[in-house]
């Protein structure tokens, strides 16, 4: 049987691969990428709890649908803007649209 | 070694490999097709985690729908940014140190924890579990309300994507 522990170090690997392309990806929709990857990592963490703490209830599943539903809009939404940025300004960096930056 | 663990350990390696390209190379088409071998990988997890119903999902929802969404994205925004230009920006190397820090951090928290080599309480699920989920979500005593408002936010994020998305051209006679 495999230990608890090896999913969490993974879904914990997976999440700091997710937080470095977020900071640093100069493409706004490889930080889009950089997410989904973080949402994964909560998608594995949240199933191997359910699996190993509390299998009989479904609430770990549960969660994990809230979380692929709301990252299923999160995309779409972000997807929209940044085609949106870019038919308006011809470029998808993220560090160029500052306009609301103070 | 059992089966398990050797399919897990070749699962874990393809995903973070695969996730490590997908932030790293500078073909964004290229990252886009890497995220999809990471999600089949964390597919087959699902699997492993006997949650079986959550790996069609992920593949239905996560490769047959985002992945396919952000190819157009990708494809439709190809010209903006030069592929062998910079892709990394200024932060890159505190970003590293950042996630690495964090990864220490977070690996080290989990191994000081007792719970952390627990194995699972009952060896199989039991197989009424997708019928459980699917009553529960139906049951107003269960998770009715939360299914309801998730579908509210999908239908909202809809109707938002089309209005941001869409060609704007009675607003273009103002400019």
Same mark, same amino acid.
């Given at each position: 049987?495999?230990?608890?522990?090896?999913?969490?170090?993974?879904?914990?690997?997976?999440?700091?691969?997710?937080?470095?392309?977020?900071i640093?990806?100069?493409?706004?929709?490889?930080? #889009?990428?950089?997410?989904?990857?973080? #949402?994964?990592?909560?998608n594995?963490? #949240?199933?191997?709890?359910?699996?190993?703490?509390?299998?009989?209830?479904?609430?770990?599943?549960?969660?994990?649908?809230?979380?692929?539903?709301?990252?299923?809009?999160?995309?779409?939404?972000? #997807?929209?803007?940044?085609i949106?940025?870019?038919?308006?300004?011809?470029?998808?960096?993220?560090?160029?649209?500052?306009?609301?930056?103070? | 070694?059992?089966?398990?663990?050797?399919?897990?350990?070749?699962?874990?390696?393809?995903?973070?490999?695969?996730?490590?390209?997908?932030?790293?190379?500078?073909?964004?088409?290229?990252?886009?097709?890497?995220?999809?071998?990471?999600?089949?990988?964390?597919?087959?997890?699902?699997?492993?985690?006997?949650a079986?119903?959550?790996?069609?999902?992920?593949?239905?929802? =996560?490769?047959?729908?985002?992945?396919?969404?952000?190819?157009?994205a990708v494809?439709?925004?190809?010209?903006?940014?030069?592929?062998?230009?910079?892709?990394?920006?200024? =932060?890159?190397?505190?970003?590293?140190?950042?996630?690495?820090?964090?990864?220490?951090?977070?690996?080290?928290?989990?191994?000081?924890?007792?719970?952390?080599?627990?194995?699972?309480?009952?060896?199989?699920?039991?197989?009424?579990?997708?019928?459980?989920?699917?009553?529960?979500?139906?049951?107003?005593?269960?998770?009715?309300?939360?299914?309801?408002?998730?579908?509210?936010?999908?239908?909202?994020?809809?109707?938002?994507?089309?209005?941001?998305?869409?060609?704007?051209?009675?607003?273009?006679?103002?400019?």
């Amino acid at each position: 049987m495999i230990p608890l522990s090896w999913y969490l170090i993974l879904s914990a690997a997976l999440v700091c691969i997710g937080v470095f392309g977020v900071i640093s990806r100069r493409n706004a929709i490889a930080m #889009l990428l950089g997410v989904e990857l973080i #949402l994964n990592a909560v998608n594995i963490n #949240l199933l191997a709890f359910w699996r190993y703490k509390d299998v009989s209830s479904v609430t770990g599943q549960v969660f994990t649908i809230m979380v692929i539903t709301a990252a299923a809009a999160e995309v779409a939404v972000g #997807l929209a803007i940044f085609i949106a940025v870019y038919r308006n300004r011809r470029s998808i960096v993220a560090e160029d649209v500052a306009e609301l930056k103070g | 070694m059992i089966l398990d663990q050797v399919i897990f350990l070749v699962t874990a390696v393809v995903v973070l490999a695969a996730a490590v390209l997908v932030v790293s190379v500078p073909k964004m088409i290229h990252a886009a097709l890497w995220l999809i071998l990471a999600l089949a990988g964390v597919a087959v997890l699902f699997v492993l985690l006997q949650a079986g119903f959550f790996a069609v999902v992920q593949v239905i929802v =996560y490769i047959g729908a985002i992945a396919v969404l952000v190819i157009f994205a990708v494809m439709l925004t190809r010209k903006a940014m030069v592929d062998d230009g910079p892709q990394l920006n200024r =932060y890159s190397v505190m970003a590293g140190a950042v996630s690495l820090m964090m990864f220490a951090a977070l690996s080290g928290m989990l191994l000081s924890w007792d719970g952390a080599n627990a194995l699972p309480a009952n060896p199989a699920v039991h197989p009424d579990t997708i019928v459980n989920l699917g009553e529960s979500l139906t049951n107003p005593q269960g998770f009715l309300l939360p299914f309801e408002v998730a579908s509210i936010l999908l239908l909202a994020a809809l109707v938002g994507a089309i209005f941001i998305g869409r060609e704007q051209r009675a607003g273009r006679e103002e400019e």
